[in-house]
């Protein structure tokens, strides 16, 4: 299954004196996505353009795979996270509407 992942980076929750570590975290959690894409586990990914943070596209098995594979980056700590699950556009059309239209001709008339 295809998740799309949105990860912001809280810059605040890095005190002062500890910024240094934090930009070599940030290298090696590049390291870890490169690692991640050559596994086949994570697709693609992309910089926020204006904040730090991330845009990917992850498969996964499961969704707690997914999460186990998130949890184990190294910049998880000052992560704020969204996780949208994905289908294809064509599931949609094939599978949920023709369900959506049964489910509304069986409600009764108001």
Known sequence: MLHLVIDEFDMSRIPADKMAEAIGMG??????LKAA??????KQWWALADK??????????????LTMNLA???ANPIVNREVFPLVPSD?????LMPRLEEMF???PNK
């Open 37 to 42: 894409q050559q596994k086949g586990m994570l």
């Open 91 to 95: 599931f949609i059309i094939k599978e």
């Open 72 to 74: 184990s980056l190294p």
């Open 105 to 107: 001709k069986l409600r």
């Open 27 to 32: 290298k090696v959690h590049n390291a870890a």
């Open 52 to 65: 730090p943070g991330n845009v990917m596209l992850w498969e996964s098995g499961s969704l707690e795979e």
